[in-house]
């Protein structure tokens, strides 16, 4: 019966679509558990860095371009400002 479902076109223009979907779901599945898992990674270096008032850990998990706009405060841009920014903060948990 197989044989005869594979062998009529409606079945292969079904089956094809199915077929591919089910690959990319795969794909992207696999590719939210890495999201997932760089991100979880990426927050338990920021908390360590944090609880350690460690300044070069915490820069490190930030974007080299990173951009802070406090409200009524001077803008800060790049992640050698924010640590220029960040260091008596850091200063007073040692």
């Excluded at 999201?35 to 915490?58: F, M, P, R």
């Excluded at 820069?59 to 802070?68: A, Q, V, W, Y």
């Excluded at 992640?79 to 007073?92: A, I, M, Q, T």
Aim: glycine share 4%; charged share 20%.
């Amino acid at each position: 019966m197989l044989r005869k479902l594979i062998k009529k076109p409606k079945f292969i223009i079904f089956i094809i679509p199915i077929i591919i979907l089910s690959i990319n779901l795969k794909a992207k599945n696999s590719n939210l558990d890495y999201d997932t898992l760089a991100i979880k990674n990426l927050y338990e270096s920021w908390h360590v860095a944090v609880e350690a008032s460690n300044i070069d850990g915490y820069i490190n998990s930030l974007d080299k371009n990173i951009t802070l706009i406090p409200p009524g405060g001077p803008i800060i841009s790049g992640s050698d400002n924010y640590r220029v920014f960040l260091e008596p903060v850091f200063d007073l948990h040692h």
